[in-house]
Nanobody, 129 residues
């Protein structure tokens, strides 16, 4: 099973920015990579997803982060990034990267955790006021 590896989590001030990265050693012609956010006592929630199909790239964002977070891809390094802008204390928590080899539709990749097969160990983001 492919194991993504996240990095870049750190402490930041509200209103600031961070960039998280996720690396995976194996991909396919069609796959999804998703970013998920989780705080203690809450469900793991999808915030962004990037889908790759041939030469096409597709993006999907949760409404809560739309306009603030941006997913991008580095090719051929098999790396995706998540840029977090205009940070708030609500963005504090663990961020996980996950990969799925199915689920990509014309609307992009899903933001549901059950759609993904392999998960990283997470990287912690702490936003202070």
């Amino acid at each position: 099973q492919v194991q993504p590896v996240e990095s870049g989590g750190t402490s930041a001030q509200a209103g600031g920015s961070l960039i998280l990265s996720c690396e995976v050693s194996e991909t396919a012609d069609k796959f999804c990579m998703g970013w998920f956010h989780q705080v203690p006592g809450s469900e793991r929630e999808g915030v962004a997803a990037i889908g790759i199909r041939g030469g096409g790239t597709y993006y999907n964002y949760a409404n809560s982060v739309k306009g603030r977070f941006t997913a991008s891809r580095a090719n051929p390094q098999n790396t995706v990034f998540l840029q977090l802008n205009s940070l708030t204390q609500g963005d504090t928590g663990m961020y996980y990267c996950a990969i799925a080899f199915k689920g990509l539709t014309t609307s992009g990749c899903p933001l549901t955790a059950t759609s993904y097969n392999s998960w990283g160990q997470g990287t912690q983001v702490t936003v202070s006021s």
